[in-house]
């Protein structure tokens, strides 16, 4: 039988890539991730600026991109809505893993979530009572099992029993980033959030749920939400500006520890970084018709700015520092 010409089977290859690497586009565009991503876009045009894709290249371990998307969400929405809900998550918890303590506020959205079923719940306990016989932490001013921002703790949340029931509405793994005490206070060290702190525990995180085979994760920003009770600083004019700075601390952590990971991931395909749209409009939203409206939201497109470059800059393997951002915010930046 006659051998194809030369010329048609390249053509024939060339398609076949082609078709290979529009599939991985379109898998990549409609994930879990992406999906939340462009519907929040939708629900919340007025803080377009608090969205960015970016995508980091295939590696010798993964050969589709992975997709990176910043925005403006919330974490329960990604959990209670299926078609949003991702394979695992990165969710702030405690240094002594008290899952129902009060602090930090966002363990409360996974463990809430989690007690509707009763043996997932067991087995989360279970799995944090294992980790309870292993040493404590003996760094100086830093007891409990997990230090801030440098320990985590990857639980499985499934159980035969909730699989016969269907996945809850929560990820099938998390992993838990100490992020404060059982009894708060820890956003006052601040000595306890530097961003090569956050982006040790962040890392691990990935690598961990990466290795699980994880395709679609989602994490909140963490370590600025309880900035009201700070009660004196005098190089703050008011909360809000103490609440940027520390929001951008924690998106360059973040970003820096996606970067950090991005070269050996194997699985992930999209990670998505949340920023509570609750906290951007309790610090930029006024009433409508207000004489603040437009400093406000001259206010809100700065602060979007410069989280977005803090975003870009720890992607790229760069820390943000006081004089990226013209000298502001040098107590939660360029901490002494």
Request: glycine share 6%.
């Amino acid at each position: 039988m006659p051998s194809e010409p030369r010329h048609t089977r390249i053509h024939l290859l060339v398609v076949a890539s082609g078709l290979a690497a529009l599939t991985a586009a379109v898998v990549a565009q409609t994930g879990p991730v992406a999906a939340m991503f462009s519907d929040d876009q939708r629900r919340a045009a007025s803080r377009a600026k608090s969205f960015e894709r970016v995508e980091l290249p295939a590696t010798a371990t993964a050969r589709v991109p992975l997709q990176i998307y910043l925005s403006a969400g919330d974490l329960e929405r990604s959990f209670d809505t299926a078609a949003f809900r991702p394979d695992a998550a990165i969710v702030p918890t405690n240094t002594d893993l008290q899952i129902k303590a009060s602090f930090p506020g966002t363990q409360r959205v996974l463990i809430e979530r989690v007690e509707k079923q009763a043996d997932v719940l067991r087995e989360l306990e279970n799995q944090i009572a294992t980790r309870r016989k292993q040493p404590a932490s003996t760094a100086p001013g830093e007891t409990g099992l997990l230090r801030i921002g440098v320990d985590s703790f990857v639980v499985q949340l499934s159980s035969p029993a909730a699989a016969a029931q269907g996945q809850g509405a929560f990820p099938k793994s998390a992993c838990l980033v100490a992020t404060d005490f059982a009894a708060g206070g820890a956003v006052d060290r601040r000595e306890l959030f530097f961003q090569d702190r956050v982006r040790q525990g962040i890392t691990a995180c990935l690598d961990a749920l990466d290795a699980k085979g994880a395709t679609s994760l989602v994490l909140p920003l963490m370590g600025a939400s309880s900035s009201k009770i700070q009660r004196n600083d005098a190089r703050f004019e008011g909360q809000r500006a103490l609440k940027e700075c520390r929001l951008m601390n924690s998106t360059a952590g973040i970003a820096l520890g996606i970067h950090d990971f991005a070269a050996r991931r194997r699985s992930l395909r999209e990670i998505g970084v949340l920023q509570w749209d609750q906290e951007i409009a309790e610090m930029f939203e006024v009433p409508a018709g207000s004489p603040a409206a437009r400093s406000a939201d001259m206010a809100y497109r700065i602060y979007a700015e410069q989280i977005l470059q803090a975003f870009r800059k720890g992607l790229d393997g760069r820390k943000t520092l006081a004089g990226d951002l013209n000298g502001s915010c040098s107590a939660i930046l360029d901490p002494k």
